[in-house]
């Protein structure tokens, strides 16, 4: 079993920042990638970025690159989505993410994806 604790969303106003984290805990965090996902009101969950165990592969969504970062502390077992230059359409439920395997690749596909976390709220006004 594994858990997943999102924090640091919130509302900020368009060109603002944000960093999103999430906390993991009870498997072995380091071997796995993660991923971090959104949903919009009335929209499908979409793939915003990934990045493997290890750190050495990284995939983003068209829509947030340039603007957003991902990166993880296997020590502190937390993956972290640094999100600049914030527009409207960012506006979502965060999720993220771990993968069902160890050692996978990274991918966008949600189905990859085993454990979720709760969500956390991001709000950009314009």
């Known amino acids: 079993q594994v858990q997943l604790v999102e924090s640091g969303g919130g509302l900020v106003q368009a060109g603002g920042s944000l960093r999103l984290s999430c906390a993991a805990s009870?498997?072995?965090?380091?071997?796995?990638?993660m991923g971090w996902f959104r949903q919009a009101p009335g929209k499908e969950r979409e793939f915003v970025a990934v990045?493997?165990?290890?750190?050495?592969?990284?995939i983003y969504a068209d829509s947030v690159k340039g603007r957003f970062t991902i990166s993880r502390d296997n020590a502190k077992s937390t993956v972290y989505l640094q999100m600049n230059s914030l527009k409207p359409e960012d506006t979502a439920v965060y999720y993220c993410?771990?993968?069902?395997?160890?050692?996978?690749?990274?991918?966008?596909?949600?189905?990859?994806?085993?454990?979720w976390g709760q969500g956390i709220q991001v709000t950009v006004s314009s």
């Open positions: 990045i493997t165990w290890s750190g050495g592969t990284i």
């Open positions: 009870g498997r072995t965090f380091s071997t796995y990638a």
């Open positions: 993410a771990a993968d069902k395997i160890p050692y996978g690749p990274a991918t966008p596909r949600v189905e990859q994806y085993y454990y």
